[in-house]
């Protein structure tokens, strides 16, 4: 049984009995209650009944006209809730008078004591304070928490089962005897159509460059405009394609890099009591005259040296590790850089900064919080289950836990504002006229789409910057975020307050295209890039070979990881990849593609006009990106917005 009470600006109704089930209610009142600003709710005692999960209160006045009550809240308790009339409001524009029944700052005191900072590792953005996903509000964790983390489980159980399957076939051995093997004990996992034509082409060097652009770490590549003084790679060594010279191609702008140099020196752990091994790689790649990527040389430490030979593409099987050891390079990078720090960590402290600061009838609530969805939960269960002392990554990559910590905060150290912002980002790695960038192309127009959304949300409310500059929860947020995010490193470039209507539009901006965009361009493909393990291994069991000559079938099987290493890391890969199973459009429980808002926070027109013509240009993009894919061997489908979530739920 509910008790509901209407409050306006001339008087309030008494409290109504509601049995619960009946949709609509006539309710009387004495007096005219003018505007109305809050509805009050309120469930009464009965410990056998359910929390009630409220949706919407729609009221019609004798005049006819509709007030818009947003909830979507579990009523739980039996005290008053009172939950505002839906238009959005800026920090200065609600007064906190009594009729209200709500005070924006009672709303965030609330918050500040349920959603806390916490230090998860000095020198790393700071996270929520949960030890686990039972430990956070109910109103953040998975719709079904218990299933997802039992799902967690039961998947590792599952593979670890095929492991024991692949043990029965190649009984008795740690390492991989030779390629069938993987080949088989592969084949019997989980299937992926991308994974097939990874399987097929992963020796090919245009498929390792493609990988440097569309693959899932798509950020590392840069123009190279001078060969670093530390790769000294000369003509005499290689040869490339249309027979030009290395200086000919740079002023061309034809030469890229890739530079793992926060690898250097990260300790390594042992796995089954064996030492592995990181290399911090420096890759040139050539676009050759028939617009592919091809690498040239690759030297596999920082320090030029006689014993860091630098490879080319006529080195045989010396080649083939060495490109090998890029990849597992690339695997930590992608791992802890791209992927764990860029996306779901940042995209965790824009929720908790956005939580703390900001109340539900501001513009800024109503615009982000679908962005955050579940986000606290698989960042929670990813720091119990994936990066903890004993979890799947630590185990099982080759920078075990120290190591794993050391690449996060010197990631965190140069990360910077340019950086997350894509069009600042391709034109600070020079790389605007690479051709088949399809992360470029698919990014820059999904950049804009939803630059002009936000752009039209923000500017009906902030008019000019000085309503910016007043709106103190704003300005909170952006300090938060700063301070607790960017542990206030001001040569990051992230803005400590919103000082114009411009800078808040690209931040708001790299905020959703971060959750959403990015987030898929990262996450989505690593069962496809990773299932077949010789191409992104998690780990290496030999050092980078010193000299040249040396490497053969046998050396790179025995350099491989482990049978257990590699199935535990392509279980996470499979959960990772995987879209989830409540994956579906318009029910508030659930995972929902990108500007799906099935909560309807904004009730004015306005920005619910702007929602429908976010969703008809994403709908195009989709449809071009469709028609784009339907002419490539490989499609690349990791940036279309109907395949992407709105947050980072995965
Ligand atoms: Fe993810």
């Known amino acids: 049984m509910i008790n509901i009470k209407l409050v306006g600006e001339d008087g309030e109704s008494d409290w109504t009995r509601m049995t619960g089930t009946e949709t609509t209610l006539t309710l009387t009142c004495g007096n005219p209650l003018g505007e109305l600003l809050c509805v009050q709710l309120q469930k009464q005692r009965n410990v056998f009944e359910n929390p009630w999960f409220v949706e919407k209160v729609e009221v019609t006045s004798p005049e006819e006209k509709v007030f818009k009550f947003p909830i979507y809240h579990w009523i739980k308790r039996t005290k008053e809730y009172s939950f505002c009339e839906g238009k959005a409001l800026r920090s200065w524009e609600q007064h906190n008078s009594d009729k209200y029944k709500y005070t924006r700052q009672q709303e965030l005191d609330r918050r500040k004591d349920k959603y806390c900072w916490k230090v998860y590792k000095e020198g790393l953005p700071q996270c929520i304070d949960a030890d686990d996903v039972y430990a956070l509000p109910s109103e953040v964790r998975f719709s ?52 097939v034509y990874v399987k097929q082409n992963w020796r090919e060097d245009a498929f390792f460059g493609y990988q440097c652009l569309n693959g899932v770490n798509p950020m590392m590549i840069k123009r190279c405009d001078c060969l670093p003084e530390k790769f000294p790679v000369t003509d005499d060594l290689v040869t490339l394609e249309g027979t030009k010279a290395l200086s000919e191609e740079l002023k061309n702008g034809n030469l890229f890099l890739c530079d793992y140099k926060d690898l250097d020196g990260v300790q390594t752990g042992l796995i089954n009591n064996k030492q592995q091994y990181l290399a911090a790689p420096l890759v040139l790649l050539h676009r050759t005259p028939e617009d592919e990527l091809k690498p ?17 593409s006529t080195d045989q099987s010396d080649w083939l590790l060495a490109k090998t050891f890029v990849r597992s390079a690339d695997f930590h990078d992608h ?33 982000l919080i679908p962005h955050t969805r579940y986000t606290f ?19 099982y990559a080759a920078a075990g836990g120290e190591g794993m910590r050391t690449i996060l905060e010197r990631a965190l150290s140069s990360l910077t504002y340019r950086s997350l912002c894509l069009p600042e980002d391709i034109k600070d790695r020079g790389v605007e006229s690479v051709p088949k960038y399809y992360y470029r192309d698919d990014g820059l127009r999904l950049w804009d789409i939803i630059h002009r959304f936000v752009s039209g949300i923000l500017t009906n409310y902030y008019k000019s910057d000085s309503d910016v500059q007043k709106d103190s929860e704003l300005q909170n947020f952006i300090k938060n975020v700063f301070e607790n995010g960017f542990l206030s490193r001001k040569e990051s470039g992230i803005p400590q307050s919103f000082s114009a209507v411009d800078e808040l539009v690209k931040f708001v901006t790299m905020v959703i295209f971060t959750s959403s965009a990015q987030h898929s361009a990262v996450n989505n493909g690593q069962l496809d890039i990773g299932k077949w393990m010789p191409n992104f291994p998690p780990t290496l069991q030999r050092a980078p070979p010193t000299v040249k000559g040396r490497a053969n079938e046998n050396v790179f099987l025995q350099t491989l990881p482990d049978v257990n290493a590699t199935v535990n890391i392509l279980a996470i890969l499979w959960l990772l ?22 909560e309807e926070l904004f009730c004015e027109e306005v920005p619910r006009d702007l929602i429908k013509k976010f969703q008809e240009e994403l709908k195009e993009l989709g449809a071009a990106i469709g028609k784009r894919n339907a002419n490539l061997d490989l499609p690349y489908t990791y940036l279309d917005p109907q395949l992407m979530e709105n947050s980072v739920g995965i």
């Open 335 to 367: 791992k802890l850089n791209v992927h764990l720090l860029r996306t779901h960590l940042l995209a965790e402290v824009f929720g908790v900064a956005l939580l703390r600061n900001i109340p539900r009838v501001h513009p800024l609530y109503k615009l």
């Open 296 to 312: 040239v040389a690759i030297q596999l430490k920082q320090k030029p040296g006689k014993d860091n030979p630098i490879f080319v």
């Open 377 to 395: 939960a698989i960042n929670t269960l990813a720091r119990k289950q994936l990066i903890s002392e004993d979890g799947v990554l630590t185990k």
């Open 144 to 195: 079904f928490t218990k299933t997802k983390d039992f799902f967690l489980n039961a998947t590792l159980e599952m593979l670890k089962d095929k492991m024991m399957e692949m043990y029965n076939w190649i009984w008795g051995i740690d390492s991989w005897e030779s390629f069938e093997a993987v080949e088989k004990a592969l084949a019997k996992s989980i299937t992926s159509d991308v994974s």
């Open 577 to 598: 990849s995987k879209q989830s199973t409540d994956f579906v459009y318009d029910f508030y429980f659930y995972h929902v593609p990108l500007g799906r808002y099935p």
